[in-house]
C-alpha cells in the first residue's frame, strides 16, 4: 500500500496518515513473527543436527565393548571391596592384639608380637578376642619373661630421711645461744 493509491481513492490527508499508520503497525508485527520464527527454525536446526551427530555416535559404539567394560568395573569394585574388607579385618585384629599385650602387661608390644605365631591367631567374631593368644602370650611369658611387667610390683628401696644437719658458722651459733635456741 502506497501513500498514492490512497489518494487516488480521494482520501483527506489525515486519514490517509491513520492508515498508514495502522499499516506500519501491522507489518512491524508479521516482521516481529517472522524474526521468532527465523530464530525457531535456527533452534530447532540446531538441536537437529546434534540429534543427528548423537545417532551417528550410538551407531559407532561397540555395545559389546561397553559390556565387557561394564563386567570389568563390576570385577574391579567386587575386588576393591574384598579389600576394603580385608584391610579392616587387619585393622581390628591389630587393635585387638594391641589391647591384649596392653592388658598382658607387655613392656614392648612389638618385641613381643615379635615372638608370636600370627598363623595360629584369629579374631573372635563373637567377642572381640584373639583365639590362641593366651597359649602364645604363657610360652613367652615362660621363655621371656623380663618382657612383661611382674604381676607383684617392684619394691621401693628408700634411702635414708631428707634430714639434714647444717653446719652453722660461730655468728650463727652466738646468735642462737644468746636468744636461748638450741645449737644442735
Do not use: C
Not at 498508514?20 to 520464527?37: F, P
Not at 598382658?104 to 618385641?111: H, L, R
Amino acid at each position: 500500500m502506497k501513500r498514492e493509491d490512497l489518494k487516488a481513492l480521494e482520501l483527506s490527508d489525515e486519514a490517509i496518515d491513520q492508515v498508514m499508520k495502522l499499516h506500519g503497525q501491522d507489518i512491524e508485527a508479521h516482521k516481529t513473527k517472522a524474526v521468532e520464527a527465523e530464530k525457531q527454525l535456527e533452534t530447532l536446526q540446531g538441536q537437529l543436527e546434534e540429534a543427528n551427530k548423537a545417532i551417528e555416535g550410538f551407531k559407532e559404539l561397540d555395545v559389546d565393548g561397553i559390556k565387557a567394560a561394564a563386567d570389568e568395573w563390576k570385577t574391579k569394585a567386587e575386588a576393591a571391596q574384598k579389600e576394603a574388607k580385608a584391610q579392616i579385618q587387619q585393622l581390628k585384629f591389630d587393635h585387638t592384639l594391641e589391647g591384649a599385650l596392653t592388658q598382658a602387661k607387655a613392656k614392648n608390644p612389638k618385641a613381643v608380637k615379635a615372638l608370636l605365631n600370627f598363623e595360629d591367631l584369629k579374631l573372635s567374631q563373637e567377642d572381640s578376642s584373639i583365639v590362641g593368644l593366651d597359649k602364645q602370650l604363657e610360652k613367652v611369658k615362660s621363655e621371656a619373661d623380663y618382657l612383661f611387667e611382674p604381676d607383684q610390683p617392684t619394691p621401693k628401696i628408700v634411702l635414708g630421711g631428707q634430714n639434714k644437719k647444717t653446719n652453722m658458722d660461730s655468728v650463727t651459733l652466738a646468735a642462737r645461744k644468746a636468744a636461748g635456741l638450741s645449737t644442735e
